[in-house]
């Protein structure tokens, strides 16, 4: 039996894959702690792991010089909390997710000569693990092709994106095609905290579309929650069935339970739709400073499996024409289906597992 740390910045996009190596690591008999900040409150209630530790982090803004030092002191701060973690939890290697939460805890881990691997969730690598690479073992990617992977002399090693327990648990779930005058399953969501556009747009949308389509919907949306009630009322206005809420627990089911969903390109986001292959619009987050949801994207679209969206050209009108062509074209959407699981890893998991069991072993 080992020990790890999983280090990962407390939101959904870091912690779910963090979680779901976590699960696999533990079946294997193995003693997991996560350290983390403080956010994990509102998604990590059922984090499997012995001990939770929240450590100090900061984010440097270069624009505010004031405020570039404060987040170096907390750093640093967080660097002296984390080498008292680690020099009592002793793990054999560490696991850091990304994000800037991940760097005192991963940076404490290198001074303390303990193995670190690096994950890296989505087609671009992150601003947090770009800094960290020069003090890991190996780097292990979600997608072959990774912009600013190159360039850290570090071996990496493909794993894909690790998808929780819950959704593994419905992989292979038959995709339902769609059949004339049968119920359509719609799912809109935008991430771990869902999107004020998609509240925007989507509702209004669908309201376009023909009477003939509309009674045929049955549509589960996230929204934020100030937005829950505005949404409500356009979709009793325009009588179609939804359930809304601001996060659903039980989202990996809905995803295997739809027939097109419509949601940005966060990592975890593109990988549970390649592992349940299901079709996607998919609609990035736009202004984020390296692209990385686009970039997500691109691949699944490039696979057959989504069709890309970029939100600057997005309007009610020309989402309902598109919903119109596609769920008017069964086939379509059954082969983007399919398309959609040949870009899925659904063993990244596993193959994250060896990875950090060999880097322990000093095998890697
Ligand atoms: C705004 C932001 O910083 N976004 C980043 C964040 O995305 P963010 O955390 O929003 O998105 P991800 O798609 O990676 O993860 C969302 C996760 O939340 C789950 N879910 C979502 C809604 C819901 O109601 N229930 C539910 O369980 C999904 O199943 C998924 O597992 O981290 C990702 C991974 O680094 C990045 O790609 C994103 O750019």
């Not at 912009?147 to 994106?161: D, Q, S, Y």
């Not at 905290?193 to 009674?215: C, H, M, T, Y």
């Not at 505005?230 to 939804?242: L, M, P, Q």
Request: contains cysteine; hydrophobic residues 45%; glycine residues 10%.
């Amino acid at each position: 039996m080992s020990t790890f740390a999983l280090m990962a910045g407390g939101t959904g996009g870091h912690l779910f894959p963090a979680m779901a190596l976590a699960q696999e690591l533990r079946r294997r008999g193995h003693d997991i702690h996560l350290v983390t900040d403080e956010r994990i409150a509102a998604y990590g209630a059922d984090f499997p792991a012995s001990a939770i530790h929240i450590v100090p982090a900061a984010t440097p803004s270069i624009r505010n010089p004031l405020k570039f030092a404060q987040a170096g002191f907390t750093i640093l701060g967080g660097v002296g909390t984390a080498l008292g973690i680690l020099r009592k939890v002793r793990p054999d290697a560490v696991v850091g997710f990304g994000g800037y939460p991940c760097f005192p805890p991963f940076l404490a881990a290198s001074l303390l000569r303990i193995p670190g691997i690096l994950h890296e969730q989505n087609a671009v690598m992150g601003r947090a693990n770009r800094a960290l690479a020069r003090f890991a073992s190996v780097l292990a990617l979600s997608f072959a092709e990774t912009i600013h992977a190159e360039g850290f002399g570090l071996p990496k090693v493909v794993t894909g994106n690790p998808v929780r327990d819950r959704v593994r648990a419905v992989a292979g779930t038959p995709y339902r095609g769609l059949s004339d005058n049968a119920p359509i399953a719609l799912l809109v969501f935008g991430g771990s905290q869902g999107a004020r556009a998609f509240s925007d747009i989507v509702p209004v949308a669908i309201a376009l579309l023909d009477e003939s389509l509309r009674r045929r919907l049955d549509v589960t949306q996230q929204c934020r929650e100030e937005d829950l009630d505005r949404v409500a009322e356009i979709y009793r206005g325009a009588r179609v069935n939804v359930d809304l809420a601001r996060f659903f627990t039980d989202l990996p089911e809905r995803i295997a339970a739809s027939h097109l969903v419509i949601g940005r390109a966060g990592a975890s986001t593109v990988a549970e739709l390649g592992v349940l292959g299901r079709p996607a619009i998919l609609v990035p987050l736009p202004g984020s400073l390296d692209q990385d949801q686009r970039a997500n994207a691109m691949v699944m679209e490039k696979g057959g499996g989504a069709w890309l969206c970029e939100q600057a050209t997005l309007s009610p009108q020309s989402l309902a024409t598109q919903l119109n062509d596609l769920l008017l074209a069964p086939d379509r959407l059954a082969r983007a289906a399919e398309a959609a699981q040949s870009v899925g890893v659904p063993d990244a998991v596993e193959r994250l597992a060896d990875l950090v069991e060999q880097t322990a072993k000093g095998q890697s």
